[in-house]
């Protein structure tokens, strides 16, 4: 997976494309598939469009849309209301700041660099989820969820570095 | 940051004006993020209601999405139902016959019981009317525990009230929008269910901790529990009736004792909101008083509303 430079010309439709996708796989993300279990452990689907898009095309997915869908996540799924927008902002950051060593890496290596935001997330998630809950959570659901996110990317990634390439077209 | 490669005079000046206004969106929504949560944890009722409005916006949209879902897991549902037709056939055959003679003891004693009844002038309870709703979502994370269903105060749905599947109890609503509701499920962490063992009425607590089996907590001393007990609602508290099915000891391990609910929890697609008229310990302004549903029910399948017996 080639990285290509970031083209400064874009229409409103391609602009909008990182923001959409993030945005459909947040509702997606709550959608009952009849699957026994799956609920808990829902891969964290905005942490990988958020991921992929920060690498490829951060001008296209600006703080305060992660933020935005980071709430409504939160808003629709019952967690701790400001947790996933603040998580989801300091990988953006992170990931930005790194963003000259991943680009133009090969996939293997972005793979690691996205299962290590997703072990950063799950432990905030974790930790914040224990402070507002006054306990301290049972942490399997958190790691059986991490392991998917994680699992789940390649997957992801390929389907938005298609769209990409068909924007790009 | 800087992105661009072209290196136009202009980019000179604005790059560095935007990368400062992007630290500064950065902390700013950071900041947010937390005196979101801080909020949050001080003032619940308010995230309560913002989380009631986009629930209720995004009703529609998640509903849409729900059906093709739900229709292709059915078209699953059918392929395997056929692969097992004869054995099910089979089985259904046996539990068939056993249930005939079940049918013939609740018939005796439902004459026993309203003969009884009679004898002592007993007055029955408030009446029950139910409503079922489809599940337009679910918790999609490891924090808790919920299902959103598509009924809301439109509907005559109202907080603390309790809801179940077919087979048991799943739960009670927890937060009411025009058009949707949260079900706290009762194996949510925070979800606290008085019970009592069916037969010999020792009282418990229901108490989820995000797995799913429950656990039966404040357990009298002297109860003896034993696996595949049933457990039932207790009444106490007043926000369940007494007697609902709830499920079965599942394990006894030292003082921890697990319940293997009857409802079949993960895989839910339609339940039953029921209002058995009863205020329980929320406060009066919680609990607004039911009235006739507003919303015309023109679905036959999907919602049904009336008194039950």
Known sequence: MKAKPVEPVDGIGQRLVPAAFTLVLAILSVIPLGIPGYAQVTPNFVLMSIYYWTIYRPDHLPYLVVFLIGLLVDLLTFGPPGATPFALLIVRATVLSQRKFFVGKNFPILWWGFALATVAVTVLMWGIGGLYGGRVLDPRSYIFQ???????????????????????? | MAVKSRSAPVSHLVAPLKSAAQRFAYSALVLLSVAIMVIGRADGTLVEHVRTKTNDMLAPVLEAVTQPVAAVTAVAGHVRALAEL???????????????????????????????????????????????????????????????????????????????????????????????????????????IPVAIDGNHDRAILAGDNTDRPQLAYVGPHTKINIGDRIVTSGDGGVFPPGMPVGTIASVDGGLIRVEPFADLSRIEFLRVVDFGLAGVLPPEAVPQPKAPKRAKGDPGKSEAGPTP
């Open chain 2, 86 to 192: 004869y054995r099910e056939n089979e089985r259904l055959k046996t539990e068939n016959t056993a249930l005939l003679q079940w049918q013939q003891v609740a018939r005796r004693l439902d004459n026993e019981n309203s003969g009884l009844r009679t004898l002592l002038n007993y007055q029955p309870e408030g009446s029950t009317w139910f409503i079922t709703g489809r599940v337009i979502g679910t918790s999609g994370g490891a924090y808790s525990r919920n299902l959103l269903i598509n009924r809301g105060t439109l509907d005559s749905v109202a907080k603390g009230q309790a809801v179940a599947s077919g087979t048991g109890l799943v739960g009670r609503v927890t937060e009411v929008g025009d058009r949707a509701a949260r079900v706290l499920m009762i194996t949510d962490l925070n979800s606290r």
């Open chain 1, 146 to 169: 991490a392991v998917l996110t994680a699992a789940c990317y390649p997957g992801l990634s390929w389907l938005f570095s298609r769209v990409q390439r068909g924007l790009a077209r």
